[in-house]
């Protein structure tokens, strides 16, 4: 801070404008003196605080971010231990476990943040945190792998509540919908493939691939009541798809894939018999016309 711009400007104007100051401006001009005396010391007294202070804060971001450190190292024990990575758990428990993990990853994410912005402040070397890097990698690539599995278990949970006469209209869009499943499924990184979940994800959205041309051989208009009791004989189960409320998921559950060049077959005769029928229907209308 600086008096004398404030003094030469008052010379200035004893020069050229004499007697320009009203009173209230004088009396603060004799008064300019201890006035900036006091200000100095007020200073001063202030920035000897800040000093104390900023020894004080230093000392205890020093002391915050080791404690952190120990944090993080506990973080870390307990992601190995107890999180998503662990050998032999369900998926569904990864799930569980990997939403978990990510928040309290989150949570040591923003004191890594704050903490380095007073180590800028201070001026220390920002601390490194090994752990809490290869914990954000590996997140990544498991959430990456459990929210498509659980999608997938989602949307096809949805779909096997649908009912049957409403799923012909579905067909097209679940066709597509599990195709752009597949490919997300086929462009994991390498490092999944390996994990359960992975497999447990392509075997589900495959048997559902494999499934939809059965479903769509068997909502044709050519099956008829005679071939759905073909299609209970072969699977021993009571597929009543005449009733209003019969959905998706029993036809799911009763596993045609391993049925499905008999029901292809059964699906093949039905289109000859409607050929044959109609053609039939055609004559005897031609002979009723005569």
């Known amino acids: 801070l600086k008096r004398e711009p404030i003094t030469e400007m008052y010379a200035i104007l004893d020069t050229y404008l004499p007697n320009i100051l009203d009173k209230e401006e004088q009396d603060a001009r004799s008064m300019l003196q201890s006035s900036w005396a006091r200000l100095l010391a007020e200073s001063e007294t202030r920035q000897e605080e800040l000093t104390v202070k900023q020894v004080q804060f230093k000392r205890n971001l020093i002391k915050t971010v080791h404690s952190f450190k120990r944090d993080v190292e506990k973080f870390r024990r307990d992601?190995?231990?107890?999180?998503?990575?662990?050998?032999?758990?369900?998926?569904?428990?990864?799930?569980?476990?990997?939403?978990?993990?990510?928040?309290?990853?989150?949570?040591?994410?923003?004191?890594?943040?704050?903490?380095a912005l007073g180590e800028d402040l201070f001026g220390l070397p920002h601390q490194r945190y090994v752990q809490l890097d290869q914990s954000e990698k590996e997140l990544a690539y498991l959430s990456q792998l459990y929210e498509l599995y659980t999608a997938v278990l989602d949307t096809i949970g949805a779909w096997k509540d649908y009912l049957w006469v409403d799923v012909p209209g579905q067909m097209d869009s679940m066709r597509k919908e599990a195709d752009q499943f597949a490919m997300r499924c086929k462009k994991m990184p390498k490092q999944l493939r390996e994990w359960p979940a992975y497999h447990e994800l392509k075997k589900e959205i495959e048997d559902f691939q494999e499934v939809l041309p059965l479903l769509i051989e068997l909502s044709k208009k050519s099956i008829q009541g005679r071939h759905w009791q073909q299609v209970?004989?072969?699977?021993?189960?009571?597929l009543q798809v005449e009733r209003e409320d019969f959905r998706l998921q029993s036809l799911i559950d009763a596993k045609?894939?391993?049925?499905?060049?008999?029901?292809?077959?059964?699906?093949?005769?039905?289109?000859?018999?409607?050929?044959i029928e109609e053609k039939l229907g055609d004559i005897s209308a031609q002979w009723s016309a005569m």
């Open 79 to 115: 992601y190995e231990e107890r999180g998503p990575m662990v050998k032999g758990i369900r998926p569904s428990q990864a799930v569980e476990r990997l939403k978990r993990c990510k928040e309290e990853y989150e949570v040591h994410g923003r004191k890594q943040v704050i903490f």
């Open 256 to 275: 045609l894939n391993a049925y499905s060049e008999d029901i292809v077959d059964i699906a093949e005769s039905a289109d000859k018999q409607l050929v």
């Open 232 to 238: 209970n004989e072969l699977t021993g189960k009571d």
